[in-house]
């Protein structure tokens, strides 16, 4: 059994700064991937930013100027900033988890938060 708590979501002003965290707990077995992915309202779900245990990143192309992410191995969390927040940018922001070091490119993962609504509007 694994928790995922995910706090930071909110309204944020365009051009704003956002930090979205994400603690895991529960777990028998190592977390190697952890990662952010959003569903915006009538879209698939899409890759935000992941990393894995040993640092290893994978950002969205279009998003990676914007973000930075980052773990605490200890604790099994993540935090993501992204900065210049755009209307489309809204949208829920899930967190997710696995054992494997895989997930972060596969987008496959056995955990997955409840999400947390961002929404970027003046």
Known sequence: QVQLVESGGGLIQPGGS????CAA???YFAINSMGWYRRAPGKERELV?????GGTTNYADALKARLTISRDNA???ISLRMDRLIPDDTGVYYCAADSSYDSITT???????QGTQVTVSS
């Open 107 to 113: 987008g496959r993962y056995d955990h997955w938060g």
């Open 75 to 77: 604790r099994n969390s």
């Open 18 to 21: 956002l930090r979205l965290s």
């Open 25 to 27: 707990s529960g777990s």
């Open 49 to 53: 930013a992941a990393i894995t245990s």
